[in-house]
């Protein structure tokens, strides 16, 4: 069932939707190649969050519902419409508390909740992501408390995988210090590119070259007001990598409200359906 944008409508008066363009290609038998793509932004707060907004969510559904990210108050919102979110498989970027956190909470539901019947669910992680998953049951509960729930997978640098009838492809982006991906999701036609959090680089128009809908952070005023190394974009970077890449459509994400918005950009809000 699909999650309708009944949450808080932040930016209802931005601009609507678009339709990117088919395009043929040749995939893996296990990614249901041309069901339409919905995008359904669960929560686009930056690291902390926006008035009543909910933290990094994007449910991506085809012939199932892939989760990418599952940042603080994500879960919330996928339980306003249905007991406990059944998603297919969720997808992690990186272990920033705003792109993961809701999996504890996630846990506690599947072990003791609604959650409880329902199917496992698969959750891809960064090369290193299970340890650093046990490290924090260590401290939060168990160190297995994560596989007593989830379908622990690793993904790999560049490696496509399939999950939810969609392949996606993990790129390494630069973000601080931190291992950090963003993730190139298609069904065949359609294609959704996903920054994650990153700062600027070439491979995000790698990462978005030619997709139907590119979801960009934009966290900073500037590039100067960013640390060292650098670690997120600001309108313009994200325009520059936007044309770089050739995709279609921009939508900027992960934008505290407190920033001015500049004409022409697209941004995302909590609730927002996008037909991709
Ligand atoms: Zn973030």
Redesign the pocket.
Known sequence: MAVEARFRDDYADRPGHGNGEYRSGHYDRRVDVGDPVKLTVVGCS??WPNPGGA??GYLLEGSKRLLLDC?PGVLARLREEEGWPRVDAIAIT?F?L??WGDLVPWVWGSLYGLGHDLPRVELWLPPTGSHQLAAFGERLGWPDMFERVFDLRAYAEGTPFQAAGFEVVPLRLPHYTLETYGFRVTNGKKTVAYS??SGPSERLAELARDADLFLC?A?LITGEADGTPRG?LCLAEAQEAFDAAGARRLLIT?RPRELPSENGFELAYDGMQVEV
């Open positions: 930056p690291a933290q990094s940042g990186h920033h705003d792109h994650g959090d952070e966290t997120h992960h």
